[in-house]
């Protein structure tokens, strides 16, 4: 019964910073957030390994900042300098070295004035 919780997900103006969490209910070689916004296919935001290497998509690069705390199973999101084309729905996803990927039940991110 692997379990992922989200939280932190809201709505912020233009120019504005928020913090998602995703507390797993085990440890992963892989964590990280996609989102998919209306209308879109869903895509990688960022990712970070156990060892700390990290994956940003290029629409990020520089504003959001990827992290994970192992000892509680946990992987954070810091998005600052929000746009009006973040707004979507963040997943979490996890994944062991071998098997299937698992999810959260996502958050909604909206940003607008």
């Known amino acids: 019964q692997v379990q992922l919780v989200e939280s932190g997900g809201g709505w912020v103006q233009p120019g504005g910073s928020l913090r998602l969490s995703c507390a797993a209910s085990g440890s992963f070689f892989i964590m990280g957030w996609y989102r998919q916004a209306p209308g879109k296919q869903r895509e990688l935001v960022a990712e970070i390994t156990s060892g700390g290497s990290t994956n940003y998509a290029d629409s990020v690069q520089g504003r959001f900042t990827i992290s994970r705390d192992n000892a509680k199973n946990a992987v954070y999101l810091e998005m600052n300098s929000l746009k009006q084309e973040d707004t979507a729905v963040y997943y979490c996803?996890?994944?062991?070295?071998?098997?299937?990927?698992?999810w959260g039940q996502g958050t909604q991110v909206t940003v607008s004035s």
């Open positions: 996803n996890a994944a062991k070295i071998t098997g299937p990927d698992y």
